[in-house]
C-alpha cells in the first residue's frame, strides 16, 4: 500500500535498540531517535511496559515520526522536520493531582465494583489495600464493611488517569472495631500509620 505505515511495539525485557528493531524499525532509524532524544529523554533504562510507535515512509523505511509512552502521564515525541532531522519533545500534558473524598460499602464480591458503584474510578482497591498493607488484609472484608478515605486522583488533560494514593482511610467493619490510617512523609520516615502511631505489622514486631 502507498504512503506510511506506523510500527507499535513494547520495550519488554529487551534494551531499547533491539525491541525498536524486532518491531521492524532499522537500526540506522533507531539510532536516529536516540541522538534525537538526548538531554530529554535516555533510553538507556526503560521500563518493561514502556510503549513506542515508529511511522515510517514505506518505500524508504525512514522515520517520520516517534512516540514514547512511560504512561498516560509522560509521553515524548519527535518529528522529522524540513530539514530532514529529528525534533524531539516532551508533551505538555497538565498533569493534576486532586484531593477527592468520598466512602463506599463492601458488596462482599469486589472491591473496585463496589467503589465504581459509589461514584469512584476502578483502580482504587490497589491504592487501598497498600495502605490497609499490615493494618488489614484485603481477605478481612465482609459485604457491609464501610471505607471512607481521603485519596489523590491524578487527570492527564482533564481525564482521569489513576489513583496515585490514599492520603487517610477510616475502615469500619460490621463487625469489630473501626481503624484508621494516615500518611505520613516526613524526614527519613514515610509510610501509613495508625491513631496511636504504630507502623504496618511486620511478622511479630511493630515499628
Same mark, same amino acid.
Not at 522515520?63 to 515525541?77: C, I, N, T
Not at 469489630?176 to 511479630?204: C, I, Q, T, W
Given at each position: 500500500e502507498p504512503g506510511p505505515r506506523v510500527v507499535e511495539g513494547k520495550v519488554g525485557s529487551e534494551p531499547f535498540i533491539k525491541a525498536h528493531s524486532?518491531?521492524?524499525?532499522?537500526?540506522?532509524?533507531?539510532?536516529?531517535?536516540?541522538? %534525537? /532524544?538526548?538531554?530529554?529523554? @535516555?533510553?538507556?533504562?526503560?521500563?518493561? *511496559?514502556?510503549?513506542?510507535?515508529?511511522?515510517?515512509?514505506?518505500?524508504?523505511?525512514?522515520?517520520? %515520526? /516517534?512516540?514514547?509512552?512511560? @504512561?498516560?502521564?509522560?509521553?515524548?515525541? *519527535?518529528?522529522?522536520g524540513p530539514d530532514g532531522l529529528l525534533s524531539a519533545t516532551k508533551l505538555d500534558l497538565k498533569v493534576e493531582r486532586t484531593q477527592i473524598a468520598g466512602a463506599l460499602v463492601y458488596d462482599g464480591k469486589s472491591l473496585d465494583d463496589s467503589a465504581e458503584q459509589a461514584g469512584f474510578e476502578r483502580g482504587l482497591a490497589r491504592v487501598i489495600t497498600s495502605a490497609l498493607d499490615g493494618h488489614a488484609a484485603a481477605e478481612d472484608l465482609s459485604r457491609g464493611d464501610v471505607i471512607r478515605l481521603v485519596v489523590q486522583e491524578v487527570t492527564v488533560l482533564g481525564d482521569f488517569a489513576r489513583y496515585a494514593g490514599v492520603e487517610a482511610i477510616e475502615f469500619r467493619p460490621v463487625k469489630?472495631?473501626?481503624?484508621?490510617?494516615?500518611?505520613?512523609?516526613?524526614?527519613?520516615?514515610?509510610?501509613?500509620?495508625?491513631?496511636?502511631?504504630?507502623?504496618?505489622?511486620?511478622?511479630?514486631?511493630r515499628k
Open positions: 524486532a518491531a521492524g524499525v532499522p537500526e540506522k532509524e533507531t539510532y536516529r531517535v536516540v541522538t %534525537a /532524544f538526548q538531554g530529554i529523554r @535516555s533510553f538507556d533504562r526503560c521500563g518493561r *511496559a514502556d510503549r513506542f510507535a515508529a511511522l515510517l515512509d514505506r518505500q524508504t523505511k525512514r522515520l517520520k %515520526a /516517534f512516540e514514547y509512552s512511560v @504512561s498516560a502521564e509522560e509521553v515524548y515525541q *519527535a518529528r522529522e469489630g472495631e473501626s481503624l484508621r490510617v494516615y500518611y505520613f512523609d516526613m524526614p527519613g520516615e514515610r509510610g501509613y500509620y495508625d491513631l496511636k502511631g504504630r507502623g504496618p505489622h511486620v511478622g511479630a514486631w
